[in-house]
Nanobody, 124 residues
């Protein structure tokens, strides 16, 4: 089992940047695929980016390609989401999630472990 804690959210102006961190407990962190998801008010939760256990494979939703970068440091049990050129539509609560194995990176039902989220607000 893995426990996840997000940090790094906040208020930023449009065009700005934030880096989110997802810190995980457990000695087998390197075996988990990790995703960043987000949920805006009145909208369904969506997977924004995901990274396989070794970091060799990533996924990005179309709306963030070229702006967001997901990376992981298995030695620190941490996954990062670098978010650049932020827009008001990026405003949401961002959650990290984990699953064992790789499977389909963008398939949310496979993610069994969730953090409590961190708020990102982008002002226009």
């Amino acid at each position: 089992q893995v426990q996840l804690v997000e940090s790094g959210g906040g208020l930023v102006q449009a065009g700005g940047s934030l880096r989110l961190s997802c810190a995980a407990s457990g000695r087998t962190f390197s075996s988990y695929t990790i995703a960043w998801t987000r949920q805006a008010p009145g909208k369904e939760r969506e997977i924004v980016a995901a990274i396989a256990s070794t970091g060799g494979k990533t996924y990005y939703v179309e709306s963030v390609k070229g702006r967001f970068t997901i990376t992981r440091d298995n030695a620190k049990n941490t996954v990062y989401l670098q978010m650049n050129s932020l827009q008001p539509d990026d405003t949401a609560v961002y959650y990290c999630a984990a699953k064992t194995g790789m499977g389909i990176l963008w398939y949310m039902p496979e993610y069994a472990y969730w953090g409590r989220g961190t708020q990102v607000t982008v002002s226009s």
